[in-house]
Structure formats: C-alpha cells, structure tokens
T-cell receptor, first 111, second 111 residues
C-alpha cells in the first residue's frame, strides 16, 4: 500500500526554525518532493530529494532517509509569509511518474 | 516560466449535469495530471496522461473521464455531476521525474 503521514498543523514564531516531518510507506519509490501552498493558491515546488542526505536551498532545507522512509523540511529565519501548507509528495518510478501527496501540514507563523 | 491555465476559477453546476474542466499548458510537457483537493484529504490523483490519447487511472477515477487530443490540452469530464464531486480541481504538468507545475485551480460546486 501507499501511505504518507505528516502533522496536520504546526505553529512557530517569526525568526525561529521549524521542522516539518514526513514519513512514507510506498513501493516503487523514485524521489520525494516538498511543495508550498498558500491559502487559495496552487502548490509551488520547493525541493526534490532522490538520494539520502540534506539539500539546502536558502532558508529552506530538505532531508531524506530512504531506508527509514522519512523526510523533513526545515525552515529557518521564519517570516510571516511562510504561513502556508507544506505538502510532502512521493514520486513513483512507474509510467507517467505518478505522484502521491500527503494531506499537508498547515504552518502558522506568529509575530 | 511554465504557464498552466484552467478554464474557470469558479464553477457552479447542478446535479446530473455534464461538466467539462479544461487545462492548457504552454511548455510542451509530456505528462499532465488532474487532482482534486479536499480539506484533510490533500491532493488525490484522478487521472493522468503521459502522451496524446494516452490516459491512466489515478486513485479516484470513478465518476470522471478525461480526454487528451492535443499535447497541450487535458480535459476532465464529469459525466453526471454529483454533490460529492464538489471540490477544488487542480491540473498539473511535468516532464519525466521532475516537479509538477500546477494551474490556479477550479473550485466546483455541485448543487
């Protein structure tokens, strides 16, 4: 079967660091995506991890452990505009590269 | 910049009506996807296509069909709309195993 778990909601303070975890169980794993989605808008791409380890991109970093079926998104120096939903998604290595999305984590950044 | 457009931002239809949702992309991507997004359930894949006239069922294809006559256009059809198909519908495109680009979404209400 396929299952992706991430927390429903998180709250953090402006300027702080927050880590959003994602665990998955799936067959035919190709890679793991993180997307950001502001309320009422379409998801936008943040990161893609294929190999184990940490990928850093500015204030955002993403980590993957394939053997543990685990990923996290790390957001540093939080800003109010980071308040959004963060979607973890697993890409399959089948025809068409089907992607399965988690339900998303709503992050609230407070002053 | 990739541009993915959807025919309507908001749509209200009556139960039993046939509904067409259109998606057009300008990046010559092979893969196109239709998702619906509901609170607490995240993005769920309805259908996807990896070539003209090719289609594959996603996780929730019941009550839907699709058409891809041209590479840039992917249509989602609700043969007989029902109230449980009230949702946000998102189209996406992508190339190979890389990230997907989403359209702005169509919020469909079936009354």
């Amino acid at each position: 079967g396929q299952n992706i778990d991430q927390p429903t909601e998180m709250t953090a303070t402006e300027g702080a660091i927050v880590q959003i975890n994602c665990t998955y169980q799936t067959s035919g794993f190709n890679g793991l995506f993180w997307y950001q989605q502001h309320a009422g808008e379409a998801p936008t791409f943040l990161s893609y991890n294929v190999l184990d380890g940490l990928e850093e991109k500015g204030r955002f970093s993403s980590f993957l452990s394939r053997s543990k079926g685990y990923s996290y998104l790390l957001l540093k120096e939080l800003q109010m505009k980071d308040s959004a939903s963060y979607l973890c998604a697993v890409k399959h290595n089948t025809g068409g590269f089907k992607t399965i999305f988690g339900a998303g984590t709503r992050l609230f950044v407070k002053a | 910049d990739v541009k993915v457009t959807q025919s309507s931002r908001y749509l209200v239809k009556r139960t039993g009506e046939k509904v067409f949702l259109e998606c057009v992309q300008d990046m010559d991507h092979e893969n196109m996807f239709w998702y619906r997004q509901d609170p607490g359930l995240g993005l769920r894949l309805i259908y996807f296509s990896y070539d003209v006239k090719m289609k594959e069922k996603g996780d929730i294809p019941e009550g839907y069909s699709v058409s891809r006559e041209k590479k840039e256009r992917f249509s989602l059809i609700l043969e007989s709309a029902s109230t449980n198909q009230t949702s946000m519908y998102l189209c996406a495109t992508g190339e190979g195993s890389y990230e997907q680009y989403f359209g702005p979404g169509t919020r469909l209400t079936v009354t």
